[in-house]
């Protein structure tokens, strides 16, 4: 079994944590893959069950209900049953929604499946970045934590061609009756794989030892570190294990109230800031700058394809740069590309390719920061015996910013007019810019327990205890 030196005495296995870390973020791909696949199927559902605009919106925003519902549990059930299993649960209810949005007779029915199908995405969001920091060693725990947000965009990018496929494979009146309903039955073939697979992957081996079973974790990490290393990995757990409460409270005391302050904030923001605004509704956007219906899907494709570029680009240099540093960098592209866009539709310059070009700049530059850093940062930053509810309670929050943000973009770019709408998104790119560099620390190559002493390190510096924060970082 390949093997790459680690940064102390052992060796770590790329090949075992790598094969294992894929198989945990195929539970991105069902992400992606179910938050666009309705991009496809609206139109003609629209037509086969006479929707209103009110009823499109509900037929869109009804998974998201699911997601907020499934993160909201996920962290209770993982802590007592354990990563694995509730992530062949959350599969199976994958499964449940993607076959129950093919068949419904009615629309309450397509309603009641999606919402099942969100839950098991509620759930898979919240617990795939999770498992993946808990297995992974520390200095390649960014790439292959962000390996999920990799799945996600892979899965958003192949939905826009297999609903392309599936409506040109013949007429309207074939797609309004049918069509549709292979467009979410698709769905049933990466849940199946994604359910299969979880079966061969170990249980996480930090919640073997919360649970009591360090003779069960060690093999895991042993195949992960090798000897030296695993062993001194369980006492470090055990010990990190003895110092904390078992109490969700323990997240609002001194220090580590600011991780939590940080898991949310950053959570809401990776959301406020407009990139599912410009994901969901990209075709409406390029037309209110002047491009045609055909031009408008061209370009939104090309958002999909930079989106998934640049989240490639991610994985190379999340363990390399750093987390805080690409925040920074982001951010602030971010910022900048939302400015010019809303001058653009100020002065009424959108005849050209500005427009195009900035947007594609705030989507590169979101791929490479918010969008894996947050998923990286929610799953690390948490002590371990709450890190299950604690992440739970960030990926709720999040979860919840995407269903206001999609519900309020239409209206708000009907009332306030795009240029506003874009410089309000571009003013929350700047608090993010200068959220991060104020608050957020760095956690790059810091095994998990590492990043825990910093929080208990702020605690003690809060309360006028020794050593401070600066002390524990360096």
Sequence with gaps: MSTIPNTQNGQVSMKFVTLVSIVAALGGLLFGFDTAVVSGAIGFMKQRFALNELEVGWAVSSLIIGCIAGAAVSGMLSDRFGRKKVLIAAAALFIIGSVGSAIPATFTGYIIARMIGGIGIGITSTLCPLYNAEIAPARYRGRLVALNQFATVTGIFLV????????????????????????????VLPGLLFLVLLFFVPESPRWLIKQGRPVDALPILLKIHGDDLARQEVLDIKESFKQENASLRQLFSPGLRTALLVGVVLAVLQQVTGINAIMYYAPEIFKEAGAGTNASLVQTILVGLINFLFTILALWLIDKAGRKALLLVGSALMTVSLLVIGIAFHSGQTSGPLVLVFILIYVAAFAISLGPVVWV??????????????????????????????????????????????????????????????????????????????????????????????????
Excluded: H
């Excluded at 409506?167 to 467009?183: C, E, F, K, L, Q």
């Excluded at 015996?385 to 739970?392: F, L, M, P, Q, S």
């Design 160 to 187: 826009y061609f297999v609903n392309s496929g599936i409506a040109g494979y013949a007429d309207d009146a074939w797609n309004i009756a049918t069509g549709w309903r292979w467009m979410f039955g698709v769905g």
């Design 377 to 474: 940062l929610l799953s690390e930053i948490f002590p371990n015996r709450i890190r299950g509810r604690a992440t739970a309670i960030a990926s709720m929050s999040l979860w919840a910013a995407d269903y206001i943000v999609s519900q309020s973009f239409p209206p708000m770019l009907n009332t306030a007019g795009p240029a506003m709408t874009f410089w309000i998104f571009g003013a929350l790119s700047l608090v993010t810019f200068l959220f991060t560099w104020r608050v957020v620390p760095e956690t790059k190559g810091k095994s998990l327990e590492e990043i825990e002493a910093v929080w208990s390190a702020k605690a003690k510096a809060e309360t006028g205890d020794q050593p401070t924060l600066a002390a524990a970082v360096d």
